[in-house]
């Protein structure tokens, strides 16, 4: 959401480009409503499917991450992070607020051809340590179970990057 209104202050994407969610409806109904955009898309061929996997391939997603290594809405220890079927899911019980979110699932993350990652502040700086370390005896965090078919690309300021 963040990005679509600020993108379309800074950069002139045509109002019909972007999708929002309707937020007007239940958790549930908007993340079912955002699922059947997608197809509309898909069928009308402005959305590519990918080969690999048969979900729907974004040609760039942008994400950010939360100092826990949420990634989308998808928190870590949540059910969420292993959803294989849907495109687009809800939650209403989201540890960060807003409690009631709707999210792109993993397997529509993942079939993307390439991913930009943006983490900014001293706060998520030893999520991106923990991230990129070869520390992996713990439960993989959200954020390194980002690999889109492409590349993945993180942007990191000074404070993100200082324990690196
Ligand atoms: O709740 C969320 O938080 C993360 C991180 O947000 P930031 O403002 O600290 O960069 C965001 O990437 C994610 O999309 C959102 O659901």
Redesign the pocket.
């Known amino acids: 959401m963040?990005i679509s209104i600020e993108c379309t202050k800074q950069i002139p994407i045509p109002a019909g480009h972007v999708y929002a969610i309707n937020d007007a409806l239940s958790a549930e109904a908007a993340a079912d409503d955002y699922e059947t955009c997608l197809r509309h898309l898909v069928k009308s061929k402005i959305l590519d499917i990918s080969k690999e996997s048969g979900f729907p391939k974004f040609d760039v997603m942008l994400?950010?991450?939360?100092?826990d290594g949420?990634?989308?809405?998808l928190f870590p220890g949540h059910p969420l992070v292993h959803e294989k079927e849907k495109w687009v899911t809800f939650i209403k019980d989201?540890p960060?607020p807003p409690p009631n979110?709707i999210?792109f699932t993993f397997p529509v993350i993942n079939s993307s051809a390439n991913i930009a990652l943006?983490?900014?502040?001293a706060?998520?700086a030893d999520v991106v340590h923990k991230s990129l370390g070869d520390d992996k005896s713990s439960d993989l965090l959200p954020v390194q179970m980002v690999s889109p078919e492409g590349e993945l690309v993180w942007f990191l300021d000074k404070d993100a990057a200082s324990k690196l």
Do not use: E, F, I, Q
């Open positions: 963040w994400l950010g991450m939360g100092p949420h990634v989308a809405s989201s960060k979110r999210t943006a983490v900014v502040g706060g998520k």
